[in-house]
Structure formats: C-alpha cells, structure tokens
C-alpha cells in the first residue's frame, strides 16, 4: 500500500495568512493525488485532482502543487470558511490511500 | 449533479453483517463513467476507502477488508449496497458512499454519511 503522510497534522494561522500543507507518498505516483476539504460533520469536497487542477467552482485562493513523492497544497489568502480538516489521497495504485488530515484553525 | 443518499441500522451487534444501502439520483448504476465508491471515517479519525463496483459488476476492495466486504449493485433500484460481515467495535464509523468520475478524478459526490455503531 502507499502511505500518505501529511505535515502538520493541526495549524493555526491568521486571516489573510498563506497556509501550506505537505503530502509526502510512500512511493512515487506521478501526478495522481486529490486534496480534500472536510468540515465538521460534513462529507469531504473535491478542491484539486491531478495534483494541481482546481475543481470547478472551487475559490482561486486554493492551489496544489507537485509530483512522484511529495506535494503540496496552499491557501493563498486564508479566509474564516477555510477552516476545515484537508486531506490528501493518492489513486496512482490500489488500495486508494489517504494522508492522516491537517486541521486548519484561526488563530 | 450526483446525488447519493446512504440508509441503514445504526446499530450492529459484534459478529453479525453491517449491512447500507445507497440510493442514488442523477445518474444512472448502468453508467460506465462512475466508480460506486464506499468510504468510512471512525469517530475523530481520518478516511478509509473500503471499495468500489463498477458496471456492468467490477469490483476493487481495500485488502484490509477484502475477506469481509461485499458491495453490489441493484440497477432497477439505481441503489448500491455495502455488507460488512463480522464486524467487531473497530467498525464504528460515519459511512459514506460517493462516486468517482472516471473521466475525471476524485470522489466528487458524496452521500452525507450515516454513523453505524459496533455494539452489544
């Protein structure tokens, strides 16, 4: 199985702040990762596939990056409705994995 | 846009079947463009994907269940069911069902979840 490991596991930051996530692969797959959005109580929301591509609909201030082992996901200018666990998964390979989560917090 | 709906106990005994049922709006279980996907997340803990169905009856399930788990389709339901037998308290979890765009990626619908419990 591919491990996901994502860094930090818990963040606090200001409004308007840059916030970055890491998403480190146990192995290397491509560019085969998603970044979810999960708000307490409520189902996970698609915000980026392909590493990189912003789902339809989803606000400019989030991006990812990267490729092969290690990623990246950003909020640009982070906002009060940002606040939300995010988390990674990779679908190079089954079983589909996903990272432990980074809860985002206001400080 | 999909539109996934989960159904079931909340309550299984320890050893017995968990079983849920998704019903399904806005498309079709005959379409080729979707994985019918479960996922579950214990209590205060990260996501799990259990498994997959694609039509016309692929399945794809995560080993660490594999010998336990069961999903199936009913297409004149368009509803998609998940069993899980032998089931012990390291069950508990918030199940969702969600589909998976093959022409795209990502799970991107998602049922709003159903908590099933694991207790006597």
């Known amino acids: 199985d591919t491990q996901m490991t994502q860094s930090p596991s818990s963040l606090s930051a200001s409004v308007g702040d840059r916030v970055t996530i890491t998403c480190q692969a146990s192995q290397d797959i491509k560019k085969f990762l998603v970044w979810y959005q999960q708000k307490p109580g409520k189902a996970p929301k698609l915000l980026i596939y392909?590493?990189?591509n912003l789902e339809t609909g989803v606000p400019s201030r989030f991006s990812g990056s990267g490729s092969g082992t290690t990623f990246t996901f950003t909020i640009s200018s982070l906002q009060p409705e940002d606040i939300a666990t995010y988390y990674c998964?990779?679908?190079?390979?089954?079983?589909?994995?996903f990272g432990g989560g980074t809860k985002v917090q206001i400080k | 846009q999909v539109q996934l709906q989960e159904s079931g106990p909340g309550l299984v005994k320890p050893s017995e079947t968990l079983s849920l049922t998704c019903t399904v709006s806005g498309a079709s279980l005959t379409s080729t463009n979707f994985h019918w996907s479960w996922i579950r997340q214990p209590p205060g803990r990260g996501l799990e994907w259990v498994g997959y169905i694609s039509y016309p009856g692929r399945t794809n399930y995560n080993p660490s269940l594999k010998s336990r788990v069961k999903i199936s389709v009913a297409t004149s339901k368009n509803q998609f069911s998940l069993n899980l037998t032998s089931v012990t308290p390291a069950d508990t979890a918030v199940y969702f069902c969600a589909t998976w765009t093959v022409s795209q990626a990502g799970f991107d619908s998602w049922g709003q979840g159903t908590l099933v419990s694991v207790s006597s």
């Open positions: 392909d590493a990189s």
């Open positions: 998964q990779q679908y190079d390979n089954l079983p589909l994995t």
